[in-house]
């Protein structure tokens, strides 16, 4: 086998497992647009009233949803939860790039347009696909990076923390074991709150909650400088599906 049939194969089981994770994580996403508990702010309700519903029914909350995707507003009645703008923009971006990427790809292999779907039936189209697009290995690419930008998208607006990683070295500028790699920024920062460098256009000199952080141009210098090692660095920057999935 070749090194780049290989490396496709590699590029495929990726996509796959970020389609799978996205798959997993779009629903939750639904959940937080359209929340069935009160708010800890709204008045008690009147005990001589009868009292209603626990959270609106299904059928209501996938009306908010569409009224959301449609229009970027909240259906008329009684609700108690705040328009969440973020978690309503990531749904239209994720929805509209799953679409856009189902086309591309059907387009890409020349077969016939894609019909109508769901966002599940969609993703799980072309992850039926993949075995034929490892074939191409720009659409390959392509594939994987997309769905791993929208799983990302999904991950950012459900609030789940960025995955981090701890890599060998001493900071150069504090000395402190303090080193983490975030994979889906691409860079490597020293958490240290300490840590101030003697770069003076760096925020980590005047802002508390900014740490300096080496971008990609400056792994070579930061592995010599720290006694890291820079094929670690670059394995440690890899933003994964295995790594998200596993967390």
């Known amino acids: 086998m070749t090194t780049r049939a290989t490396e496709n194969e590699k590029t495929a089981r990726d996509a796959l497992l970020w389609i799978e994770l996205l798959l997993k994580q779009f629903p939750e996403l639904l959940g937080e ?9 709204a008045p008690p309700q009147d005990s001589a009233r009868p009292s209603a519903p626990q959270g609106r029914s299904r059928v209501e909350r996938d009306e ?13 009645g009684p609700t108690t939860a705040p328009l969440r703008l973020h978690v309503s923009d990531a749904i239209r971006d994720i929805s509209d790039g799953v679409v856009e990427l189902d086309e591309a790809v059907h387009d890409r292999l ?3 347009r894609p ?3 769901q966002l599940a ?3 799980l189209r072309v992850a039926s696909l993949l075995g034929r697009a490892a074939e191409d290995a720009l659409l390959m690419a392509h594939i994987r990076d997309e769905v791993r930008r929208m799983a990302r998208r999904c991950t950012r607006a459900l609030g789940v923390a960025e995955p981090v990683v701890r890599v060998r070295g001493r900071c150069p500028w504090c000395d402190s074991v303090s080193l983490r790699a975030f994979p889906a920024r691409r860079s490597v920062l020293c958490v240290n709150p300490a840590c101030r460098c003697a770069d003076r256009e760096c925020d980590c000199r005047t802002d508390p909650a900014h740490r300096h952080a080496w971008s990609e141009g400056a792994w070579a ?14 394995g440690s920057t ?3 599906a295995e790594r998200e999935v596993r967390r």
């Open 33 to 41: 647009l359209a929340p069935t508990h009160r708010s800890p702010s």
């Open 121 to 123: 039936e969609r993703l």
């Open 238 to 240: 890899v933003d994964t």
């Open 115 to 117: 019909r109508r779907a």
């Open 64 to 76: 908010a949803l569409r009224a959301e995707q449609l229009h970027g507003l909240t259906p008329s």
């Open 221 to 234: 210098r930061l592995a010599k400088e720290s006694g890291g090692d820079l094929t670690e660095l670059n």
């Open 110 to 112: 020349r077969l016939p």
